[in-house]
């Protein structure tokens, strides 16, 4: 759950590397002492700086591959001691094999078992007074809110569940279901019947809601969903029987709750959104520089054509349906209203300037939101940003149009680079698009973006409908 989790992610990431280094200072005033009385072994103190490096890079490594899994954000005790303990060994042979082979001192070798033991000591410590101190386990802002629906007929198991979510970090602001126990005082801030939950999610800021449908019937279920692909928030189904999903659904565990989420994209994974955003910083920053000398041409030539601005900057709709800016060069003699404007610019607009004309035919007048991406509203690759009024459109014809607001979008797509770009005249235009930007959601992988660029540069599709 990278997009609200990763505050938590990172509290408990610096947590694990103060216990780590704790544990070493400890055992460096242990080895320390030895090396008072061996004057001669000069190379001590180096020793021990190399090992302080390793310790941490190992674990740094250990981490990537695990630090963003659910059992890792668990407050349970038990599961916490159940990932310390064999990644701690892991820990130990992998530094252990190392200053084997380079034949580091063997008396710091030997105090290798205090380190481990010190630091799964100081690890578990520091976690339980985390968990227990930790504003985090009460409502804060970067806390996923979260919306339950339905219940078990006797309405005794989705409280549970609920206790349990809010456990590992999730808000929960309300329950909606049919049954009579939910008319009761609640200690959430939202309750209703199941019927209530577009009016809540239309009234409510919700992250994702999970739908316990062995008390809802099949239409229940499936408006549920659309429901929620309409607004879109995550879905998280909550079942009595798991097999009754299809494998491609995501499955996830709360302690003994099993529940299976609905369009789980790679991009969720802490990691995966750490490679995509270092590449689009880097990438964007080099073509920035790269090209700043043609931005310094284009502008001049933008400004000698009419004397008008060299920018326009239309209001779009981002990550989560916030407004930004986005940065083009001015293409057109008339510009609409940038919040407002509701007409599109169709083949051979009079609007269109002779250097505007040259640009939009090579998606030249988008290179500007090369800025975009390092204000963070855009990425290089993902759904492309509509105006406001075409997405009340699209809404109206494709229910998970919505859905492509889980991710950050990009200067270049996946629907783009297949054909479907420019005016999206027909039914059969918008749902071919929606299609493409939700398959690249959910099948995002950082090759995937290295050959959407690619298809962007030299495809053959690319140039379709570009004028």
């Known amino acids: ?76 005790f038990r599961k916490r001691l159940a990932l310390i303990i064999p990644h701690s060994i892991m820990l130990l042979a992998f530094v252990s094999l190392v200053c084997f082979l380079f034949q580091v001192n063997f008396f710091i070798q030997a105090t290798f078992f205090v380190h481990i033991i010190l630091f799964n000591l100081f690890n578990v410590l520091l976690f339980k007074l985390w968990v227990r101190f930790s504003p985090q386990q009460t409502t804060t802002a970067d806390a996923a809110k979260v919306l339950i629906v339905g219940s078990d007929k006797s309405g005794g198991q989705m409280p549970d569940f609920a206790e349990t979510v809010r456990d590992q970090g999730y808000q929960v602001i309300g329950m909606l279901d049919n049954n009579g126990h939910r008319r009761q005082p609640s200690p959430y801030g939202v309750n209703g019947q199941v019927d209530d939950l ?24 499936i408006h549920a969903i659309e429901t929620a692909d309409y607004h879109g928030v995550r879905v998280t189904l909550v079942p009595d029987k798991p097999d009754f999903l299809a494998t491609k659904w995501q499955p996830k565990a709360y302690e003994e709750y099993p529940a299976y989420q609905l369009r789980r994209s790679p991009l969720d994974d802490f990691k995966n959104y750490v490679i995509k955003r270092i590449f689009d910083l880097a990438f964007s920053l080099a073509v920035l520089v790269m ?7 284009i502008g001049l030539f933008i400004y000698l054509e009419d004397g008008g601005a060299i920018f326009y900057t239309p209001i779009r709709k981002g990550k989560k349906g916030a407004s930004f800016k986005c940065y083009k060069f001015r293409t057109m003699s008339v510009c609409d209203d940038p919040v407002n404007g509701r007409q599109s610019t169709v083949e051979n607009d009079p609007r269109i300037t002779p250097i505007g004309r040259f640009m939009r035919k090579y998606d030249i007048d988008e290179l500007p939101q090369f800025i975009n991406v390092l204000l963070g509203d855009m990425s290089v ?87």
């Open 198 to 221: 577009s009016l809540v999610l239309e009234a409510n800021p919700v992250d994702e809601i999970f739908i316990a449908f062995n008390s809802l019937n099949k239409t229940e279920v």
């Open 291 to 297: 090209l700043a000398p043609v931005f310094l041409i």
């Open 381 to 467: 690759v993902g759904p492309r940003p509509h105006r406001v009024f075409l997405q009340h459109d699209f809404r109206r014809i494709v229910n998970e149009y919505m859905v492509r607001h889980y991710v950050l979008p990009g200067i270049t797509g996946w629907a783009q680079v297949n054909g479907w770009r420019g005016p999206t005249k027909t039914n059969e235009q918008k749902r071919e698009r929606v299609k493409h930007d939700l398959w690249y959601i959910e099948h995002w992988s950082f090759g995937l973006d290295l050959k959407i660029i690619w298809l962007t540069l030299f495809g053959k599709k690319t140039r379709k409908n570009a004028f």
């Open 1 to 76: 759950m990278k997009n609200k989790n990763w505050k938590r992610i990172l509290r408990l990431v610096l947590l694990e590397f103060f216990a780590l280094n704790l544990s070493l200072l400890v055992v460096f005033f242990i080895d320390f002492r030895y090396a008072i009385d061996h004057p001669g072994d000069e190379v001590f103190l180096k020793n021990y700086l190399y090992l302080v490096i390793l310790f941490n890079i190992c674990w740094a490594v250990i981490l990537y591959n695990y630090g963003n899994s659910e059992s890792y954000l668990d407050n349970s």
